[in-house]
Nanobody
Framework: QVQLVESGGGLVQAGGSLRLSCAAS????????MGWYRQAPGNQRELVAV???????GYADSVKGRFTISRDNAKNTVWLQMNSLEPEDTAVYYC??????????????WGQGTQVTVSS
């Protein structure tokens, strides 16, 4: 019913930048919150940043001041601009969206994940 496709991951040196994007498609009536999570090996998946349909945002303490989340409601797309990357940011990053379908059911959907590796 809904698909989230991520792109933008890769390998970067510490101090560098990457921009992740995630586009939602399918039987979408509206998208409520969109967010980015990450999971490093041996760790639980954790919330990195979230943005609501009205534009309000929230960030994990570890990324405040370095990462910026934004979205385009018309394009059903969310981005995560990551600056001043640190080796500790290395993880698989997942896009998440809370979506109201055309059927008016509400679902939480996940992307397939994109690897971000920061070398020291």
């Amino acid at each position: 019913q809904v698909q989230l496709v991520e792109s933008g991951g890769g390998l970067v040196q510490a101090g560098g930048s990457l921009r992740l994007s995630c586009a939602a498609s399918g039987s979408i009536f509206s998208i409520n919150a969109m967010g980015w999570y990450r999971q490093a090996p041996g760790n639980q998946r954790e919330l990195v940043a979230v943005i609501k349909s009205g534009g309000s945002t929230g960030y994990a303490d570890s990324v405040k001041g370095r990462f910026t989340i934004s979205r385009d409601n018309a394009k059903n797309t969310v981005w995560l601009q990551m600056n001043s990357l640190e080796p500790e940011d290395t993880a698989v990053y997942y896009c998440n969206a809370v979506i109201t379908l055309t059927s008016r059911a509400t679902v939480a959907s996940w992307g397939q994940g994109t690897q971000v590796t920061v070398s020291s």
